[in-house]
């Protein structure tokens, strides 16, 4: 049983978002948004999209590919968005070796191999490999096996890395852009009734976003704690918050922000009074 946990890391995934889109796109799928393209290797096919994800699947279980566009000056840009790809698959993995850098059809390339498991403890082995365009963007594939299909897997990658095509720059979603202005917040709270038997406590936290409608942003958190001991012999409490300003695009249904502390990619809806950003809504303040 223990093989099959991996086929459905994918349906996990995209099952917890909004909508899935299933894939009707061919064997040389495009993200036109992004002007980039690839084409599925043999024996493999494109099972689902969501957002800007691509899911590859192939006969057998136990391997899938991951294919995604994103806005990387460098490799370092790439580097940081692992994080959030291993958390999202809940992967917990150390690299091994070195990455290797090549060249692909005249395009700089990367690849990095990891030795993770699943939370049940199974083997995974991954490749991802970056391929990046002239216009500030690129293509990261990541795979993922078994132990018993690791042998796959990497050449399974290579033929995607391999058959990336740049088309040319990016797309901006304008409208999206602009429709974003204006001031939007998101809070969560909780609060347990104080009684001198039991003690109690409440917390807070907010967030505080604003768009100008034409590039730039600017933000803010919040979050506050406080306790109450029982038998009120004593409380406690604490708060801290952080801020950051830049600039943000549209690129398809990808909200990117670059600011003081580096660039994030977001799945956005946007929609007349809230807008939804990787699953946390954001309501409209003014």
Wanted: proline letters at 6%.
């Amino acid at each position: 049983m223990r093989p099959v946990h991996i086929v459905f890391i994918l349906s996990m995934v995209v099952d917890s978002a909004p909508a899935v889109l299933r894939a009707q796109t061919g064997n040389s799928p495009r993200f036109e948004a992004w002007n980039l393209g690839y084409t599925v290797p043999p024996g493999w096919q494109l099972a689902q999209q969501q957002g800007r994800v691509h899911g590859l699947t192939p006969g057998a279980p136990g391997s899938i590919i991951y294919v995604a566009p994103g806005r990387y000056q460098d490799f370092n840009a790439v580097a940081a968005e692992l994080p959030k790809a291993f958390q999202a698959l809940n992967l917990t993995g150390v690299p091994v070796g070195a990455p290797v850098t090549s060249t692909i059809r005249g395009l700089q390339a990367m690849t990095a191999t990891y030795a993770a498991q699943d939370p049940a403890g199974v083997p995974v082995r991954v490749q991802v490999t970056a391929v990046l365009s002239p216009h500030g963007t690129g293509l990261v594939v990541m795979g993922l096996a078994v132990v018993t299909n690791a042998a796959q897997i990497g050449p399974a990658v290579d033929l995607v890395a391999q058959s990336v095509v740049v088309g040319g720059a990016p797309v901006v979603d304008q409208r999206a852009v602009a429709a974003l202005r204006g001031r939007w917040i998101l809070y969560s709270g909780r609060v347990t009734g104080v009684t001198s038997s039991t003690g109690g406590s409440s917390r807070s936290y907010e967030e505080n976003v604003e768009f100008d409608g034409v590039g730039r942003f600017s933000f803010r958190s919040s979050a506050s704690v406080s306790v109450t001991t029982a038998g009120s012999a004593g409380s406690a409490s604490g708060a801290n918050g952080s801020s950051d300003q830049g600039t943000y695009t549209v690129i398809g249904t990808t909200l990117i922000i670059r600011g003081q502390q580096g660039q994030a990619s977001y799945e956005v809806q946007i929609l007349a009074d809230r807008f939804i950003a990787d699953g946390k809504t954001y309501l409209r303040d003014q």
